[in-house]
């Protein structure tokens, strides 16, 4: 979940996110260098009082300055293609879930067992516990397994949402009348918190989603009591 002065991002609970951070990183150190590089010979160009002719009008330096860039954005590319084929791909999941975004609320339906559908709303102020998290908890979560690859089908049933969990490095649109997939694979259990990141009606920063990821024999006792 966010802290309070966080600078980076969520703790990664998935290999995507993972990869997402590292990303992340790769192309922060490509900006830095750029960033001093042309700060260094702005502030140079600027103290040094004689102009250098073979600066302005040297072929070389044009030639530089033209591949230099070309090879940046194919070391920024590349790695950005290689996630977003990994962010679709879907690799025989082992169970399929199905979320629903309302105005301004979120339903699930777990298909692949006995017929489950419930409702998620956030928890208003004077049904808090003290160990749960103004605007972000919500009465019904959704429990999954960790370590299983499962399967998110999202749409929505009035108008544009968007299904976020940042610790997964998910974020899937939920349009009306068209059914968006993705893949979630949760390494360890915990609790997850993310919220609907379309701006969706009066009432969107108050539709947040929580995940709970448990045990498999956790997760089938579940689904058996329920």
Not at 2 to 26: R, T
Not at 75 to 82: T, Y
Not at 97 to 113: L, M, N, P
Request: glycine share 2%; with cysteine.
């Amino acid at each position: 979940m966010p802290l309070w002065s966080q600078m980076n991002l969520q703790e990664a609970n998935s290999p995507l996110m993972e990869q997402l951070i590292f990303f992340h990183d790769h192309t922060l150190m490509i900006l830095i260098m750029i960033t001093v590089m042309v700060l260094y010979i702005m502030s140079s160009t600027m103290v040094n009082q004689i102009i250098n002719r073979s600066l302005l009008e040297s072929q070389k330096i044009e030639l530089i300055w033209t591949v230099m860039p070309a090879m940046t954005l194919i070391f920024i590319a590349m790695p950005s293609l290689r996630i977003l084929y990994l962010m679709d791909e879907i690799n025989e999941p082992l169970i399929t879930i199905k979320s629903i975004g309302h105005q301004w609320f979120w339903s699930y339906e777990y298909s692949d067992f006995k017929n489950i559908e419930f409702d998620s709303y956030m928890k208003p102020l004077n049904e808090l516990e003290k160990n749960e998290f103004r605007l972000l908890d919500v009465d019904n979560r959704i429990i999954l397994p960790m370590k299983t690859p499962i399967r998110m089908l999202i749409t929505s049933s009035d108008v544009i949402h968007s299904w976020t969990i940042p610790s997964l490095g998910v974020k899937i649109d939920a349009t009306p009348g068209r059914l968006n997939q993705g893949t979630i694979f949760m390494k360890r259990p915990t609790i997850m918190y993310g919220q609907c990141s379309e701006i969706c009606g009066a009432n969107h920063s108050f539709m947040p989603i929580v995940l709970e990821s448990t045990s498999m024999k956790l997760f089938i006792s579940w689904i058996n009591n329920y």
